[in-house]
Nanobody, 119 residues
Framework: QVQLVESGGDLVQPGGSLTLSCAASGNIFGINLRGWYRQAPGKQRELVAGISPGGSTNYSDSVKDRFTISRDHAKKLLYLQMNRLKPEDTAVYYC?????????????WGQGTQVTVSS
C-alpha cells in the first residue's frame, strides 16, 4: 500500500523555525515529489511551495524568502524548511506527489501535519 506521511509539525513561537518531512512508502516504481500545500481553518487549501521534475522551485508570495522546499527522490523524501514563522503560517500542511505504482500513475496526498505559530 502506497502512502505519504508528513511529520515535523509542532507549536512554535513567532520567528521560529521548523522542518517538515514527507516520506513515501510502499510498492513504488517511480515517484515525483511535487510540493507542499496548507489549509488554515475556514480557508481553502493553497500551494505553499512546489518543485518541478527538473528541480525548479516556486513559492507563494507569502512564504517566499522564508521557506525552502527540497527533496531526495532516491530516499523518497520531501522537505520544507520554514524560517521566520508567522502566526499566519498556522495551518495543516500536506505534501503531494505523483507515484507510479501497481495500478499505474496515481496522485497522492499525505494526511497532514499541524503547524501552529503562537506565543
Amino acid at each position: 500500500q502506497v502512502q505519504l506521511v508528513e511529520s515535523g509539525g509542532d507549536l512554535v513561537q513567532p520567528g521560529g523555525s521548523l522542518t517538515l518531512s514527507c516520506a513515501a512508502s510502499g510498492n513504488i516504481f517511480g515517484i515525483n515529489l511535487r510540493g507542499w500545500y496548507r489549509q488554515a481553518p475556514g480557508k481553502q487549501r493553497e500551494l505553499v511551495a512546489g518543485i518541478s521534475p527538473g528541480g525548479s522551485t516556486n513559492y507563494s508570495d507569502s512564504v517566499k524568502d522564508r521557506f525552502t522546499i527540497s527533496r531526495d527522490h532516491a530516499k523518497k523524501l520531501l522537505y520544507l524548511q520554514m524560517n521566520r514563522l508567522k502566526p499566519e503560517d498556522t495551518a495543516v500542511y500536506y505534501c503531494y506527489a505523483g507515484i507510479w505504482e501497481v495500478q499505474g500513475f496515481m496522485e497522492y496526498w499525505g494526511q497532514g501535519t499541524q503547524v501552529t505559530v503562537s506565543s
